[in-house]
């Protein structure tokens, strides 16, 4: 056994992320085990450019109201319990909706040293605006 130290947090890089983000690695590159997992925290407004993963990627909702879209025009709202699973070769994005923070547990798998994650373009302030209109029925419910 051997307990780790906490991580740094690491603001999210301008090529991946649209606003501040800020990332926690928690497990992630050591042999033989092929997890990467890192607690990632979205101010309001908050999101990752779209990307896919090769194996997938599973994300657990730790904290706040978030959204998880899809090219297809799929957005979920997410809040803390929620687990989301995007399966291999699905772009998608997620992220804090408009007027909430959102942190969750995102975890990948390797596959060998093929890239775990390949990075897209970002998503525009249209395409989030629109992903937050359509889940704004979803979330005033949730509330009542």
């Known amino acids: 056994m051997e307990l780790k130290p906490v991580a740094p947090a690491a603001k999210g890089p301008a090529s991946r992320f649209v606003g501040d983000v800020y990332s926690t690695a928690i497990a992630g590159r050591e042999e033989p085990s092929p997890l990467i997992a890192a607690v990632v925290r979205f101010v309001p407004g908050a999101r990752t450019h779209w990307h896919s993963h090769a194996l997938g990627q599973t994300l657990y909702v730790t904290e706040g109201v ?6 297809d025009g799929e957005v979920v709202c ?7 699973y995007a399966p291999p070769g699905e772009e998608h994005w997620h ?3 408009a007027g909430d923070v959102m ?7 390797r596959d060998g040293d093929a890239p775990d ?3 897209l373009e970002a998503v525009s302030d249209e395409e989030f605006q629109a992903a937050n209109e359509a889940v704004a029925p979803s979330r005033v419910d949730a509330v009542r």
């Open 117 to 119: 994650t390949t990075w």
């Open 78 to 84: 997410v809040r803390a319990g929620d687990t989301v």
């Open 66 to 71: 978030g959204l998880v879209g899809t090219r």
């Open 95 to 97: 992220g804090a909706t």
């Open 103 to 109: 942190c969750h547990v995102a975890m990948v798998v």
